[in-house]
């Protein structure tokens, strides 16, 4: 009998994907609908490079 060892999918980087903001989103309400919670936010922020929690309609976001 062979067993093979394959890693877990959980220890996989996940690529971000994208998210196009609408009118009305915030940082927190973004990371609310897609996690959940608010846990996200500050990822959101690091990985678009946001400093002031301005998004603009139309943007394209990347989220974890």
């Given at each position: 009998?062979e ?15 994208k998210?196009?903001?609408q009118a ?5 309400s973004?990371s609310?609908?897609r996690y959940?919670d608010?846990?996200?936010?500050q990822?959101i922020?690091?990985?678009n ?9 139309g ?6």
């Amino acid at each position: 009998l062979e067993q093979t060892t394959e890693a877990p999918e959980s220890t996989a980087v996940s690529e971000p994907t994208k998210y196009t903001v609408q009118a009305g989103d915030t940082l927190i309400s973004i990371s609310k609908a897609r996690y959940g919670d608010i846990s996200k936010v500050q990822e959101i922020r690091e990985l678009n490079n946001i400093e002031d929690d301005k998004i603009v309609v139309g943007k394209t976001l990347l989220l974890p």
